[in-house]
């Protein structure tokens, strides 16, 4: 069973930034694509970053892209999602998600069989 935690959310002024991460439990953590979603109140979860198990390569939607920065470490069994130029729209409920061996369906949540609990981030305006 993969357990994943993240944390670092919280309040910040527009034009802060977060740092998100998440710690994974699972021994082949390296053998994991990592995706992060979020979750606006009364709006669908969506796709924000991913990263590839195979060789760290990143996509981003559209929305946060040369805003936010996701990378891994698999040695520490960690992902993180670096947030700057934050707005006000950016404020949701932020998840990051886990599959063995699966780059496809990367933006979707089809793709992901491991969510986390997730983090609240709040920007204020």
């Known amino acids: 069973q993969v357990q994943l935690v993240e944390s670092g959310g919280g309040l910040v002024q527009a034009g802060g930034s977060l740092r998100l991460s998440c710690a994974a439990s699972?021994?082949?953590?390296?053998?994991?694509?990592i995706g992060w979603f979020r979750q606006a109140p009364g709006k669908e979860r969506e796709f924000v970053a991913h990263?590839?198990?195979?060789?760290?390569?990143?996509y981003y939607a559209d929305s946060v892209k040369g805003r936010f920065t996701i990378s891994r470490d698999n040695a520490k069994e960690m992902s993180y999602l670096e947030m700057n130029s934050l707005k006000p729209e950016d404020t949701a409920v932020y998840y990051c998600?886990?599959?063995?061996?699966?780059?496809?369906?990367?933006?979707?949540?089809?793709?992901?069989?491991?969510w986390g609990q997730g983090t609240q981030v709040t920007v204020s305006s």
């Open positions: 998600a886990a599959r063995a061996y699966g780059d496809y369906d990367y933006d979707e949540r089809s793709g992901y069989d491991y």
């Open positions: 699972v021994r082949t953590f390296s053998t994991y694509t």
């Open positions: 990263i590839s198990w195979i060789d760290s390569r990143t």
